[in-house]
T-cell receptor, first 111, second 113 residues
Framework: GQSLEQPSEVTAVEGAIVQINCTYQ??????LSWYQQHDGGAPTFLSYNALDGLEETGRFSSFLSRSDSYGYLLLQELQMKDSASYFCAVRDEGGGFKTIFGAGTRLFVKA | ETGVTQTPRHLVMGMTNKKSLKCEQH?????MYWYKQSAKKPLELMFV???????ENNSVPSRFSPECPNSSHLFLHLHTLQPEDSALYLCASSGGGDAYEQYFGPGTRLTVT
């Protein structure tokens, strides 16, 4: 079956760096995305990797290794507002729109 | 605001009721999606429409009936639902082709009694 695995919870302190891993097993692969969702809010797009390597967007970076079917989201200089759920998602068709999401990682940032 | 609106935000319905969820996007996108989000489970893709044509139906029970009259509007018609259908229903949109970023609405919290 198709699945994405990510840790259910991560806890870190303000100012720290945290890495959220995602491994995937899908029939196709056309990119790994990350979304953030605060309690009661809608998922919002953070980053996308189609090719191997690191993509940096401000305090957030995302990495992809297609040979390992693995990626991660790196959050630096953690702030309390970063407490949220983070989802990885794989688009498994090139011209289509089928997207498979992981169950999400709940990040708790402590003072 | 993401440019995707959903109504109602909360809905409580009995198993014999018929109701509809509405989604509207103001982003000029071509593709629209329905997702189901249950606690501690991955977002489940239900349906995808591209230029009003359904491109994905992820084995969704027939008690959920989507409708896409144009590229800006998407409906989910509900009838004879089960308590396990209680969840957050999210609508999303994206550009066509290789556009990968999806914009989500705030969702409708559905409770089936």
């Amino acid at each position: 079956g198709q699945s994405l695995e990510q840790p259910s919870e991560v806890t870190a302190v303000e100012g720290a760096i945290v890495q959220i891993n995602c491994t995937y097993q899908t029939s196709g692969f056309y990119g790994l995305s990350w979304y953030q969702q605060h309690d009661g809010g809608a998922p919002t797009f953070l980053s996308y990797n189609a090719l191997d390597g690191l993509e940096e967007t401000g305090r957030f970076s995302s990495f992809l290794s297609r040979s390992d079917s693995y990626g991660y989201l790196l959050l630096q200089e953690l702030q309390m507002k970063d407490s949220a759920s983070y989802f990885c998602a794989v688009r498994d068709e090139g011209g289509g729109f089928k997207t498979i999401f992981g169950a999400g990682t709940r990040l708790f940032v402590k003072a | 605001e993401t440019g995707v609106t959903q109504t109602p935000r909360h809905l409580v319905m009995g198993m014999t009721n018929k109701k509809s969820l509405k989604c509207e996007q103001h982003l000029g996108h071509n593709a629209m999606y329905w997702y189901k989000q249950s606690a501690k489970k991955p977002l489940e893709l239900m349906f995808v429409y591209n230029f009003k044509e359904q491109t994905e139906n992820n084995s969704v029970p027939s008690r959920f009936s989507p409708e896409c009259p144009n590229s800006s509007h998407l409906f989910l018609h509900l009838h004879t639902l089960q308590p396990e259908d209680s969840a957050l229903y999210l609508c999303a949109s994206s550009g066509g082709g290789d556009a990968y970023e999806q914009y989500f609405g705030p969702g409708t919290r559905l409770t089936v009694t």
